[in-house]
């Protein structure tokens, strides 16, 4: 507990009367941090900070890397600038050695402005001092180490720009002819800071070239996470921080199918909605920070049970008692004959925040009922000229959140038309238009609609698991007491909850059998099965 006398020794603290003082020795909070600790972050709500010992660093995400921007030592201040904008904070506080020192709330910040008018005003100049540097720091552009150059409508541009971006990895673009590639024609071209080029690049060459990890740094971990959707990003954060070496492999980029997602207002905590690229990020900073290890463009051949193996599609081997499936599913495509000619020239299959140059003053179609069709229809018609969504069924209720039926609504940007599907796409090389059938009067209609996202559901893709880990009729993986029913569990126990029907391997997330298809229960899920390995654990495996 904070005293009289160590009040008094900060200076704008030792003028003040003994009521104002007397006040704040029953008002503060007197925290006592480790070297690393934080005691504020950005973004979290307005409060008062003064040290009293040791030393602590103000920091800041610039450009998408974590920036030291200031330090304060005893008797100095953070909180300034929130305190007196009433916004929330705009950098972050930590400790670089073992520190005190004092919070105060703002309600109890304000009764000592009022006692003591002398505070704000002294607090208010400095707040004027820090806002020019705020504001420098904050309108930095991100360093690119990448450009990606080719045509605009283009799959492998596509592919490799959404790459880099939900990677977070900066770059520019320059958009080319289809017969102007700066190497014969080849394309993408990405271009890297030191000025080497690499034409049509597989992605592990991108990954390793922007110096992302794809190898493995050990051989044998306690968990390997297969997916960094939000439920697998959950398990590694939840095992990372209970000390168990943690190993996440993905195939693309962290945030699964929820990281493509425009925006996701029902998610607890997030009162404005988050993008799930944001949501994404967040988790991934997170995980690592407390030291889960993400390799990425990599994907799993095989899981053997019993030896407790995973096997890489680059041959390695891996040894891990628990291996958690997080492997989500994959977006269903159109049963059109002339899909694949094209796919990538302006029919995709999902969409993300990346895609807005694709939709920039198109007419654009949005096939699906789903959430994430309804999140894209809303951001698309920010940047499109018009968006129209096509649904098979009767209306979007039965599939779609009601707060997106509102929004879709109320925008005069998006037209939903109820039992339409397409049947047939035209176009001389990129796509041009659709003939799209009108189920309730059988009438045949061509639409001038040269950009379709199509969202038609998903299916789980696990063929490449073992016979031992039992699936249901449509390849969603069996848990829990579904798992013990199936012939595969022949251990003499239940297997836990998430528990597959092969002891040590546990599946979460979309990929599992009778999952709630929502963000927050994956990243519930995502924090049982490390509650549930830590038990399989004690068994003695």
Not at 3 to 22: N, Q, V
Not at 317 to 346: C, H, K, M, Q, Y
Request: one cysteine or more; a negative charge.
């Amino acid at each position: 507990m904070i005293t009289l006398d160590e009040l008094r020794a900060i200076s704008m603290f030792e003028p003040l009367p003994p009521e104002p003082l007397e006040f704040l020795v029953g008002a503060v909070e007197d925290i006592h941090l480790l070297p690393g600790e934080y005691f504020a972050h950005e973004g979290d709500e307005r409060a008062f900070f003064v040290v009293i010992e040791g030393r602590a660093e103000i920091t800041k995400m610039v450009a998408g890397a974590e920036r030291v921007i200031g330090v304060r030592t005893p008797g100095m201040f953070f909180g300034e600038v929130p305190m007196t904008l009433s916004t929330a904070f705009p950098a972050s506080g930590r400790a670089t050695e073992a520190s005190r020192i004092i919070k105060l709330e703002a309600p109890v910040f304000y009764t000592l402005a009022a006692m003591a008018p002398s505070v704000p005003d002294h607090v208010a100049s400095l707040a004027r001092s820090y806002l020019d540097a705020l504001q420098a720091h904050a309108s930095q552009k991100p360093v690119a180490e990448a450009c990606v150059i080719g045509p605009r409508f283009d799959a492998r541009v596509r592919d490799l720009a959404t790459f880099l971006t939900r990677n977070h990895v900066p770059f520019d673009r320059v958009v080319s002819e289809p017969e102007d590639g700066p190497d014969g024609g080849a394309h993408p071209v990405l271009e890297l800071r030191d000025g080497s080029r690499l034409a049509d690049p597989a992605m592990r060459d991108v990954a390793r070239a922007v110096g992302l990890a794809v190898e493995p740094a050990h051989g044998e971990y306690d968990v390997v996470v297969l997916g960094a959707g939000p439920a697998g990003l959950t398990a590694a954060v939840n095992a990372a921080a209970e000390g168990l070496r943690t190993l996440v492999v993905e195939s693309l980029a962290p945030g699964g199918q929820a990281g493509t997602s425009t925006r996701i207002e029902n998610y607890t905590g997030f009162p404005y909605g988050i993008s799930g690229d944001d949501l994404a990020s967040r988790a991934l900073t997170q995980a690592q920070r407390l030291g889960a290890e993400i390799v990425v463009t990599r994907t799993v051949r095989a899981i053997e049970p019993v030896a407790h193996e995973v096997l890489l599609d680059g041959g390695e081997t891996l040894r891990a008692p628990v291996v958690i499936v997080a492997t989500g599913v994959e977006w269903r495509s159109l049963a059109l004959p002339s899909v694949d000619r094209f796919l990538g020239n302006g029919l995709y299959y999902g969409a993300a925040r990346s895609d807005a140059a694709l939709a920039q003053g198109q007419d654009v179609c949005i096939v699906g009922a789903g959430n994430s069709a309804g999140q894209a229809a809303i951001f698309f018609s920010r940047h499109a000229r018009s968006v129209t969504m096509l649904v098979r069924g009767p209306s979007l209720a039965a599939s779609m959140s009601r707060y997106l039926i509102d929004q879709i609504g109320a925008n005069p940007g998006i037209r939903v038309e109820t039992r339409h599907q397409i049947t047939e796409l035209h176009g001389d090389g990129a796509l041009e238009s659709l003939d799209v059938l009108d189920s309730a009067t059988g009438t045949t209609t061509r639409r001038a609609l040269p950009v379709v996202f199509v969202m038609i559901g998903a299916d789980a893709v696990t063929g490449w698991l073992p016979p031992e880990v039992a699936r249901d009729t449509h390849g969603f993986v069996l848990t829990g007491g579904d798992a013990a029913a199936a012939p595969q569990w022949t251990a003499d126990r239940r297997p836990f909850a998430l528990e597959t029907s092969a002891p040590g391997v546990f599946a979460i997330g979309d990929v599992r059998s009778g999952s709630v298809k929502r963000v927050a229960a994956g990243v519930g899920e995502g924090g049982m099965a490390i509650a549930y390995a830590h038990q399989y654990l004690a068994l003695g495996h």
